[in-house]
C-alpha cells in the first residue's frame, strides 16, 4: 500500500514557475514507477511526466518537454514537479500516481493517487 500526498500547487502568472511535491509513504520507490498527471474541467486526466522505478529514465508528455522536469529525493520518500515558462493552458489540477508496472502514460494503469492540487496559470 502506498499513501501519496502532494504539495505546492497555487496561482501564477504566465511565465512563471512552480515546484509540485508528493510526499510518500508505506512503500520505497525503488518498487514503483511514478507518475504525474493532470486534469482541466471538463477534460479527461492526462499524462504529464513519469520516473522510472530506478530513477534513472523520465518520461514527459510533448506538451511539457523543456519546461517541466521530474525528479526525486530517495532519501525524503519524494518526487517532485519543477514546472517552469507555464502557460494557461497548465491550468489543472496535478495528480501523483504510482504504481508497480504502469503503461507509463495510462493514468487508468496506475494503482495509487494522491488527492491532487490545484495549478492556476494566468495570462
Known amino acids: 500500500q502506498v499513501q501519496l500526498v502532494e504539495s505546492g500547487g497555487g496561482w501564477v502568472q504566465a511565465g512563471g514557475s512552480l515546484r509540485l511535491s508528493c510526499a510518500a509513504s508505506g512503500r520505497t520507490f525503488s518498487s514503483f514507477v511514478m507518475g504525474w498527471f493532470r486534469q482541466a474541467p471538463g477534460k479527461e486526466r492526462e499524462f504529464v511526466a513519469a520516473l522510472s522505478r530506478t530513477g534513472g529514465t523520465t518520461y514527459l508528455a510533448d506538451s511539457v518537454k523543456g519546461r517541466f522536469t521530474i525528479s526525486r529525493d530517495s532519501a525524503k520518500n519524494t518526487v517532485f514537479l519543477q514546472m517552469n515558462s507555464l502557460k494557461p493552458e497548465d491550468t489543472a489540477v496535478y495528480y501523483c500516481?504510482?504504481?508497480?508496472?504502469?503503461?507509463?502514460?495510462?493514468?487508468?494503469?496506475?494503482?495509487?493517487w494522491g488527492q491532487g492540487t490545484q495549478v492556476t496559470v494566468s495570462s
Open positions: 500516481a504510482a504504481d508497480r508496472a504502469p503503461a507509463i502514460t495510462s493514468a487508468t494503469t496506475y494503482d495509487y
